[in-house]
């Protein structure tokens, strides 16, 4: 290997969607950047696999519910080969009886069949919404600019600030009392005093929990909420299914940036960052000891281990090592992805909804059981689940006539009592008979699956705990305290390290944006705002 080989503008470790994103903003910025990934192939948990053969499904994330057309559109990743199937997918609250909910109900039709269900919801949906989108409208900014930072952006950061003020006092009296009550509130308390149909209730708390180690009952539920929804009206308010599946996205980041003046490096397992003695980045060192040289290093792991394993406590101060070894990151989500001979027949299912995001959850108590039951180590007897049928939107996905289905299931505890070598049979069971209760035909149209354990997301998606988020989205980290003070882009513990994982401000979900404003901060000279 030359030695024009191991040098680099920059140096971006893992190359998950968020690795990728901050590279590709890199690349296309003119730096020589070089991407290192310890797996065979690009993406994380966001990729396209077989389930058998011929038959295709997102292995991981199977949804782009919150990925900002701005970044598609900054970076021309259509020139790349991305493409969407679909971008404005419904979501279905299935019925056990037919009577399917639509979410958002916002057309006349979908509001009709809320109030067939319930006349007093329909009539609360639109009040509840408004008032919970005003809510959103506080934290969109913060999320998409990124975080006001003293130093050289201290006139911005004022700016910002009055900003924020203006909007809060806009707001009136009763509105900032509520939203007082509100954040630190469960998603239960608030939907019980609001709503009276389980479905919608639990469709709506579906999006508070969904990923977070929380039930509907959980204090902060309803603050997890809002960010979702702040980060939805950032992505304009849409969801969408990628031709391709979920994999195509990171396999167009990595080829754009592999047509610059980039490189994308699988097999490269980082091992240590090297830093001078002046207590600047140097590059990194990989375990099987190439050095690679650059004054800029982003890690899109997550904060404790790019810290804690890579850099070297003896870099940080003794509050940021407490910081990171508290910092919370536990996930409860396992995924089965299923190759059916035919399309699933849904009674009171409409053709557009078979296209949609599916969720089985009757209710909260449903879902707070399954909470309780995976805190207790042990599987839920009723599971909770969000289901998207890859081949309806990506006929690839599937030979003709053929589908693929792919089940998220939260609520799954990481160390199952009894062990999941010894359970994983009764955990499928489980699965299918609930999918069964709504699709009585599933059975038979069973070709193959695969299931994915939390251990097994961990394991294959390099994901800690099978947390995607890496770190808790509750109050005390995220915004500021995400992943906390000296840790982030601007006070770091090191000149010229970033975080540009999910781990870092804004947050997790399929978005880009930590990656899209960790390039910002190296491209701009620290500055925060884009």
């Known amino acids: 290997m030359m030695e024009h080989d191991l040098a680099y503008d920059a140096i971006v470790i893992g190359a998950g969607h968020n690795g990728l994103v901050a590279a590709a903003y890199l690349a296309e910025a003119g730096k ?3 991407v290192l990934e310890a797996e065979s192939e690009v993406g994380g948990a966001a990729v396209t696999a077989e389930i058998a053969p011929d038959y295709m499904s997102s292995a991981g994330a199977h949804l782009l519910y919150a990925w900002p057309q701005r970044i598609e559109k900054d970076l021309k990743l259509a020139k790349h080969g991305f493409e969407m199937a679909s971008r404005d997918m419904v979501t279905v609250a299935l019925d056990k009886d037919g009577k399917h909910l639509v979410l958002p109900a916002s057309s006349r039709a979908d509001i009709a069949r809320l109030k067939d269900r319930s006349p007093r919801d329909a009539e609360a949906y639109g009040p509840f919404m408004k008032r919970v989108q005003r809510y959103a409208g506080l934290l969109q900014p913060l999320l998409e600019k990124g975080l006001p930072v003293p130093g050289e952006g201290a006139k911005q950061a004022a700016t910002d600030a009055l900003s924020f003020i203006w909007r809060f006092e806009k707001m009136g009296e009763e509105d900032r009392q509520e939203l007082g009550r509100f954040l630190p509130a469960s998603m239960a308390q608030v939907l019980d005093r609001t709503f009276e149909d389980p479905l919608l209730k639990a469709a709506l708390a579906m999006d508070a929990t969904l990923g977070h180690h929380m039930g509907p009952k959980s204090p902060g539920s309803a603050y997890q909420y809002i960010y979702r929804l702040a980060q939805q009206n950032i992505a304009g308010g ?49 375990t099987d000891g190439t050095k690679f040289h650059a004054p800029i290093v982003l890690s899109s792991l997550d904060p404790r281990r790019t810290y804690l394993d890579l850099l070297g406590a003896a870099h940080l101060a003794p509050e940021q090592t407490r910081r990171l070894g508290g910092w919370r990151m536990q996930g409860a989500c396992a995924k089965i992805n ?60 599937a030979p003709p006539g053929h589908h693929t289905m792919s089940i998220l299931l939260p609520h799954v505890p990481y160390d199952l009592n009894g062990g999941w070598d010894a359970r994983r049979d009764e955990f499928t069971k489980r699965v299918v008979d609930a999918v069964a209760v709504y699709a009585p035909d599933i059975k038979l149209k069973l070709i193959a699956g695969e299931i994915l354990t939390p251990p097994e997301i961990e394991r294959r998606f390099g994901v800690p705990g099978a947390g995607w988020h890496q770190g808790d989205m ?23 390290l970033y975080l540009c994982g999910s781990g870092t401000h804004p947050g997790g979900g399929l978005t880009g944006e930590p990656g899209r404003l960790a390039a910002a901060h190296v491209l701009e000279g620290g500055r925060t705002h884009v």
Do not use: C
């Open 338 to 397: 299923l190759a059916l001979e035919g399309l699933p027949i849904i009674e009171g299912l409409e053709e557009r909804e078979y296209g949609g995001r599916w969720l089985i959850a009757p209710d909260m108590t449903a879902m707070e059981r399954a909470f309780v039951a995976a805190k207790r180590h042990e599987l839920a007897v009723e599971p909770i689940m969000e289901i998207v049928l890859p081949s309806y939107h990506d006929p690839r996905a």
């Open 32 to 34: 020589r950047v070089l």
């Open 474 to 496: 509750s109050l005390d980290q995220t915004l500021l305290f995400r992943p906390g003070y000296g840790l982030s882009h601007d006070d770091g513990p090191v000149r010229g």
């Open 238 to 286: 849409k969801m969408g299914y990628p031709a391709g599946g979920i994999g195509a996205l990171p396999q167009a980041l990595a080829r754009l940036i592999g047509e610059s003046e980039g490189r994308v490096r699988t097999n490269s397992q980082v091992r240590h960052i090297l830093v001078s003695d002046s207590g600047e980045t140097e590059g990194v060192v990989l």
